[in-house]
């Protein structure tokens, strides 16, 4: 049969075609088994994703609050509450009425921390008012000096845990003037 137009139906039809419904159905199909398939890899791939990104945070905020420390000329504290999954950075209280520059973040969901003991000081070399400060505050954190040394009551190590196999350790110093990232589990008293 030919149309008014000259050409057959079957060659103008050919130009016109699309997908049937049955092909776009294995196409979906098909998606979802490779879907189905790859999901359980990029699950624990974000999940480690979202353990090293808490862990460059914290990190930042560390050098953070040395830093406000030296230029304000104040001593800051890094403090943790583990039960409640909130930390934050804020001038050491009784230095200032209100510090408006203080931070709080809330960890990751399913990830904890936990904190090694500070390095015991003997009597002789703790002063009394370093003694009082570490109990008044009687909670995990890091405390910088005004000239952005880490104070001695400040834990060596700061695990953050998302699974029993995965951690990420954050460690002083060999020199003890900042902290660092670790993979490997340092040697440490922990609480």
């Given at each position: 049969m030919t149309l008014p137009t000259g050409k057959p139906a079957s060659e103008r039809s050919g130009t016109l075609r699309a997908f049937t419904l049955i092909e776009l159905i294995v196409v979906m199909t098909l998606l979802l088994v490779v879907a189905g398939v790859s999901f359980p890899?990029?699950?624990n791939f974000f999940h480690g994703r979202t353990l090293d990104?808490?862990?460059?945070?914290l990190l930042s905020l560390t050098r953070y609050g040395q830093s406000r420390a030296v230029t304000e000329g104040i001593p800051m504290v890094l403090w943790?509450?583990?039960r409640e999954g909130v930390y934050g950075l804020q001038a050491q209280p009784g230095y200032l009425e209100l510090d408006r520059k203080a931070v709080e973040y809330d960890l990751a969901e399913g990830l904890e921390l936990r904190f090694s003991s500070p390095p015991a000081l003997p009597r002789s070399t703790a002063s009394p008012q370093r003694r009082a400060t570490a109990a008044a505050l009687n909670q995990p954190g890091i405390r910088f000096a005004p000239d952005g040394a880490i104070e001695d009551t400040s834990p060596e190590t700061i695990e953050i845990r998302q699974q029993p196999d995965q951690a990420i350790w954050?460690?002083?110093s060999a020199n003890r003037?900042?902290?660092e990232i670790r993979l490997v589990e340092p040697r440490s008293n922990w609480r």
């Open positions: 890899s990029l699950k990104a808490e862990a460059r945070r943790f509450d583990a954050i460690t002083q003037l900042n902290y």
